[in-house]
């Protein structure tokens, strides 16, 4: 059992990394000159596209969806998916991008409250500090005390980005074995590109920067249609798949916080790309939230979560 264990936090880890490349691969689509909607789009259709492809060849079963749950599925494209991704990139527009993340980010404590106090489902002390932890780490690496906004508007995205981010942890824990995960994911990502191609307008989008090579701030020169490829495969359908089955081995509570780690990774990975570098504050925030998400783990070394019982009135 606690082999089943690690490998989770294994996989949890590892789906972590490959989300960390999206922040830094997307700033080669906008150097040259896709703006943010539009790099969300590209990625969401191109990964829904390959994985329905892929999926119908290999393994055509895995893409039908029971007529019962054509509203999860539903669900899942608008809020675990295009939610995320859109809400965030609207916050950003009006709060400091250090603020709109760290609420984004805040996932994992509102995880940890809807298991504990809506699925009436006992959670270790470890998963309640560590999502705290992790939190606090995160206000540290973006930090947050610098040029805070408080734009009303702007808060309040942020503030549902989150909520659809640990509605993501939340249905990834929840769902039947009547539904192939592959399958969810793929049709969560066409669905996703379907609600935002309004706000895209992917006939408008300039295709020709995919020919290009650039250098976003004098960071190393890649192409950008090569940027675009390891971010939809590896930033998006292996981190999504990776991020699934994590979240079913181990719960939705610590498969959040571990997931808090993407921002440190998002960091290296700036580092060696874009040049940017990492500041005093970013490291200690880093290891701050690498506690957090130690912590949390350790609930994974805990009895199974007991149902609290519900006696007859």
């Not at 009436?120 to 610098?146: C, D, I, M, S």
């Not at 998006?236 to 081995?249: D, K, P, S």
């Amino acid at each position: 059992m606690l082999t089943l264990r690690y490998a989770g936090l294994a996989i949890a880890f590892v789906s972590s990394c490959c989300f960390a490349f999206s922040g830094p691969m997307a700033k080669y689509l906008n150097a040259a000159g896709l703006v943010p909607i539009e790099a969300v789009w590209v990625r969401m259709a191109g990964a829904g596209v390959l994985l329905v492809a892929v999926l119908a060849v290999v393994k055509p079963q895995a893409l039908r969806i029971p007529r019962d749950k054509w509203g999860f599925f539903a669900a899942y494209a608008v809020m675990a998916v295009a939610g995320v991704q859109a809400l965030f990139f609207l916050a950003i527009t009006r709060l400091p991008v250090g603020v709109a993340l760290l609420l984004e980010y805040m996932a994992p404590v509102m995880v940890v409250v809807w298991v504990r106090f809506v699925r009436k489902v006992r959670l270790p002390r470890a998963a309640f500090v560590g999502a705290v932890v992790a939190v606090v780490g995160l206000g540290v690496v973006v930090e947050v005390w610098q040029g805070l906004r408080l734009d009303a508007l702007g808060l309040l995205l942020a503030l549902v980005a989150g909520a659809c981010c640990a509605g993501y942890f939340l249905m990834n824990d929840s769902f039947g074995d009547e539904i192939d995960s592959l399958g969810l994911i793929a049709w969560g990502m066409i669905g996703a590109a379907v609600v935002l191609a309004p706000f895209a307008q992917p006939w408008n989008i300039r295709w020709s920067a995919f020919t290009q090579t650039v250098a976003p701030n004098g960071g190393v020169a890649l192409p950008v249609l090569g940027a675009y490829v390891w971010m939809v495969l590896v930033a998006t359908v292996m981190a999504y798949i990776l991020g699934v089955n994590a979240v079913r081995r181990l719960s939705a509570a610590v498969g959040a916080t571990v997931a808090s780690l993407e921002v440190i990774g998002g960091a290296i990975v700036a580092w060696a790309l874009l040049r940017e570098s990492l500041g005093l504050f970013q490291i200690i925030g880093g290891l701050t939230v690498l506690s957090g998400a130690l912590l949390a783990q350790t609930a994974t070394a805990q009895p199974a979560p007991v149902r609290e019982p519900v006696h007859a009135a």
